[in-house]
């Protein structure tokens, strides 16, 4: 049976970013069911919103689809301009344009959770995350995991 991984995320923080590529990394070796959580701070709040929207659409796998293009966008491309990042976020994850809609529709802040001091969740118990500097991945990405799980 895989841990149940739930990473609260905030498409405007770099932690943020670099702890979903961390776990990304540990998908690829150990049996683990990441869910990715949309819990922004107010800068992060017109993305995560078009990613809820995505989810409505396509099912749970368009929060992922969009925070990972979304974030590639910002943090890997330097995509500063946050509007052009969420269309081209859309297009990267061909996902319709016309989700952007819903970054200025205050409807999906319901739906948000709330910002935590620990934004890590495995097997229903919230943890801290690690040191992620030196962005591990592969077996010290696994390594890292093994640590933290229950």
Same mark, same amino acid.
Do not use: C, H, N
């Given at each position: 049976?895989?841990?149940?991984?739930?990473?609260?995320?905030?498409?405007?923080?770099?932690?943020?970013?670099?702890?979903?590529?961390?776990?990304?990394?540990?998908?690829?070796?150990?049996?683990?069911?990441?869910?990715?959580?949309?819990?922004?701070?107010?800068?992060?709040?017109?993305?995560?919103?078009? #990613? *809820? +929207?995505? /989810?409505? !659409?396509? $099912?749970?796998?368009?929060?992922? =689809?969009?925070?990972?293009?979304?974030?590639? @966008?910002?943090?890997?491309?330097?995509?500063?301009?946050?509007?052009?990042?969420?269309?081209? #976020? *859309? +297009?990267? /994850?061909? !996902?319709? $344009?016309?989700?952007?809609?819903? =970054?200025?529709?205050?409807?999906?802040?319901? @739906?948000?959770?709330?910002?935590?001091?620990?934004?890590?969740?495995?097997?229903?118990?919230?943890?801290?995350?690690?040191?992620?500097?030196?962005?591990?991945?592969?077996?010290? =990405?696994?390594?890292?995991?093994?640590?933290?799980?229950?």
């Amino acid at each position: 049976m895989p841990t149940r991984v739930t990473l609260l995320v905030d498409p405007a923080d770099e932690r943020s970013w670099a702890a979903s590529r961390w776990l990304a990394s540990v998908e690829l070796s150990r049996p683990i069911a990441l869910t990715l959580t949309m819990a922004p701070t107010q800068p992060g709040r017109r993305p995560a919103r078009v #990613a *809820l +929207a995505a /989810a409505d !659409l396509v $099912g749970g796998d368009g929060v992922r =689809a969009v925070y990972e293009a979304y974030g590639r @966008r910002r943090f890997v491309l330097g995509e500063a301009d946050e509007s052009t990042a969420i269309a081209d #976020a *859309l +297009a990267d /994850a061909q !996902l319709p $344009g016309f989700l952007a809609f819903a =970054a200025d529709d205050r409807k999906w802040d319901a @739906r948000l959770a709330p910002t935590s001091t620990e934004p890590l969740i495995v097997d229903g118990t919230p943890r801290r995350l690690p040191d992620l500097s030196g962005s591990p991945t592969g077996a010290d =990405a696994a390594r890292l995991f093994d640590q933290l799980a229950p």
